[in-house]
Structure formats: structure tokens, C-alpha cells
């Protein structure tokens, strides 16, 4: 059957007998303080049975990492926001450095550069993700790259730093096909975010047809950014599903095939069991 003739209640069906992974969240979040335990559970009712909760400054981290250890479906990665290098102590790195040897971490960042909202200037957050990409080669770790506005300088900075083996993700992928191009050229993956079910997508609908399902990974980046029908509410990785159904329908393939492919992808950049 195809997927336009599929009903809503049966792709999601579908996709909750399937497994999915939301390859970038934010548990550690006052957000889910009163219910984490509901949220994690109804990942897994709606078919997500991994997670990755994605640190962004060290105390972030620190909390991350403690939530790996607790749930099993539940990963970590450590490292500093763009948003908050203003913010770090003249221990943090170090800390950092040995906090991302704890097997439970699968990743390095999110790092990067917003030039969106600048809370940190922007020379700053230059010097700190090239530092951070020096820390992450040095851990093997593969990165989480946060760009807004500011695709030239992280592509820059990325290629700078030379090979990067462990390879990496654009998280929140907010660029055009163009832009995806440079990002596989690297061999870095594509991250999907909730944005997709939004009208207004129609630059990241091209991006998604574009980008091969073999380089997709997909996630919620909760609390924030929820898919619709859900936009405006709390964000959580349940809702993952939301964004496979889409990523399907504008793939035009099914959305099983979508879970298993992006799971796929997943495992094999941030070594998950
Ligand atoms: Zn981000
Ligand atoms: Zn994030």
C-alpha cells in the first residue's frame, strides 16, 4: 500500500512496531524533571528504545551521563554549546576530557557556532569549537555539530581540523540541498529535526530528498522544536515518530524502511549496542 493511502493511526502503528532512534535530546532538562520516567516510557511505546541526551555545558554533561548510567535506552554526550563558552571554567575542558571516556558517552558536543543569537561573540565561539574538535579527535568521539547561520565558518573550521575519522552530525540540519551536499562531501550525516512537519520547510523538504536515507538520522532536539500536530508544546523523543512519518512521505517509501535505515545509521556513527 502506499504511503498517501495509509492512515495516520497506521503509520504510527507501524513506526511503534519498528525502532526508532531520536539521535539528539535534552533529558537532563528541568523540563522533564517531574516526569522523566512517562517520558522515557512512552519513547519506547511509540517505538523509540534509544536515546541521545546531548550535554551542553559541563554541568549538562555531568547530569547526561548520570541519566545514561540510570536508563538503559539512554546515551550521553558531553561538551560545550555555543551558547554557553562564555560560561566555562578553567577546569572544564579537563573535566570534560575524562567525563568523555565513560562508556555510557557516545558523542562529542553539541558544538559549533550560532550566529543567531550571538549570547557568546561569535571570535569566542570559534576558538572554542575548534578546540572542542581537538578534544573530540583526541577521545575518538565522533562530533554533534550545532550551526545556525553560520554554515561557512563551521564548515570551515571542520575542514581545518583535517580528518575527522570518527565522522559526525549536522544536528538540526537547517540548511539547503546545497549546503547537504558539503556536509556528506565530509562525510558527515544529515540530523532531521521536527522543523520537517512544519509548512514553511520547504527549503529542508529539498535538503531531505536530496540527502541518500543512508546518511539521515533523525531526532527531536527536545524540549525544544516540537513536530507538528504537537508545535508548541513540550518536545519529547515519543514524538520522534512525527518526523519519520514525514521524512517517509517525502521520501516516498515506508516508514519501517525509514526506522531501519536511520537506526542503522545511528548505530553505526555513535557505536551503539
Ligand atoms: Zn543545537
Ligand atoms: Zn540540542
Known sequence: MATATKTKSMVAEELAAAELIDTHCHLDFPDYQADL????????QAGVRQMITVGIDLASSRKGVELAEQWPGV?????VHPHHVNEIGPDDYQALQELGRHPRVVAYGEIGLDYVKEYSPAPLQREHFAHQVAIA???ELPLVIHDREAHADTLAILREAGELPA????????????????????????????????????????AVRMVPLERLLLETDAPFL?????????????YLAHIAAKVAELKGCAPAAVAR?????????????
Open 261 to 273: 535505515q536511520t537506526t542503522a545509521n545511528a548505530r553505526r556513527l555513535f557505536n551503539l549496542r
Open 75 to 79: 546515551f550521553a554526550t558531553v561538551g
Open 167 to 206: 565522522g559526525g552530525v549536522m544536528h538540526c540540519f537547517s540548511g539547503d540541498a546545497a549546503l547537504a551536499e558539503e556536509v556528506l562531501a565530509m562525510g558527515f550525516y544529515v540530523s532531521i529535526p521536527g522543523v520537517v512537519t512544519f509548512k514553511s520547510a520547504a527549503t529542508l523538504w529539498e
Open 37 to 44: 520516567e512517562q517520558v522515557v516510557k512512552r519513547a519506547a
Open 226 to 238: 516540537a513536530p507538528v500536530p504537537l508545535r508548541g508544546k513540550r518536545n519529547e523523543p515519543a
Open 137 to 139: 579527535r583526541q577521545l
